[in-house]
T-cell receptor
Framework: GENVEQHPSTLSVQEGDSAVIKCTYSDSASNYFPWYKQELGKRPQLIIDIRSNVGEKKDQRIAVTLNKTAKHFSLHITETQPEDSAVYFCAAADTTSGTYKYIFGTGTRLKVLA | DSGVTQTPKHLITATGQRVTLRCSPRSGDLSVYWYQQSLDQGLQFLIQYYNGEERAKGNILERFSAQQFPDLHSELNLSSLELGDSALYFC????????????FGPGTRLTVL
């Protein structure tokens, strides 16, 4: 069945450095790719998303890139800060069919070391 | 505070029992989504309702069912509970569809003993 692979499962970076999290999806019909941040003990929050007609999207220190040919997309966080420490989930959805599939990656625990 | 409310916050029950989780979406949101988050399975999409109608189904077990009422609140019913059903269940809402920003509720932690 369809799945989304997410790497790495844990990532430690020094404050100020960049962090990159990668996801690969299997369903070529996927056309919507959100990223969620979940701090410890809190609810997931959407931080950025991208649709398949766009190759890159940026919002301040966060950017997402999409390579449809290779079926992978990545989250880039620049100038990391301690408050970026959280678990990040990617997801892929095919919204074109009458009922869509919405599949999450397994999560990446990001630790930003002060 | 996202504006999405869920009750109860915690639920402890025994195997074989049935429970109902409740979700009230943000004012104006027509879609409600249910997710299950467990340690070994990560975050899984269960089901979406839009304006009272089922819109999409994910990895929802046959023992689980949901509905959305005319006032747009939603309930997730879990029956014949098993130990493996212990998890955090999130509800989220969005204005219309999955490509709109989803706002998550605080979750209901279900423990099956």
């Amino acid at each position: 069945g369809e799945n989304v692979e997410q790497h790495p499962s844990t990532l430690s970076v020094q404050e100020g450095d960049s962090a990159v999290i990668k996801c690969t999806y299997s369903d070529s019909a996927s056309n919507y790719f959100p990223w969620y941040k979940q701090e410890l003990g809190k609810r997931p929050q959407l931080i950025i998303d991208i649709r398949s007609n766009v190759g890159e999207k940026k919002d301040q220190r966060i950017a997402v890139t999409l390579n449809k040919t290779a079926k992978h997309f990545s989250l880039h966080i620049t100038e990391t800060q301690p408050e970026d420490s959280a678990v990040y989930f990617c997801a892929a959805a095919d919204t074109t069919s009458g009922t869509y599939k919405y599949i999450f990656g397994t999560g990446t625990r990001l630790k930003v070391l002060a | 505070d996202s504006g999405v409310t869920q009750t109860p916050k915690h639920l402890i029950t025994a195997t074989g029992q049935r429970v109902t989780l409740r979700c009230s979406p943000r004012s104006g949101d027509l879609s409600v989504y249910w997710y299950q988050q467990s340690l070994d399975q990560g975050l899984q999409f269960l089901i979406q309702y839009y304006n009272g109608e089922e819109r999409a189904k994910g990895n929802i077990l046959e023992r689980f069912s949901a509905q959305q009422f005319p006032d747009l609140h939603s309930e997730l019913n879990l029956s014949s509970l098993e130990l493996g059903d212990s998890a955090l269940y999130f509800c989220a809402s969005s204005v219309v569809g999955v490509t709109d920003t989803q706002y998550f509720g605080p979750g209901t932690r279900l423990t099956v003993l």
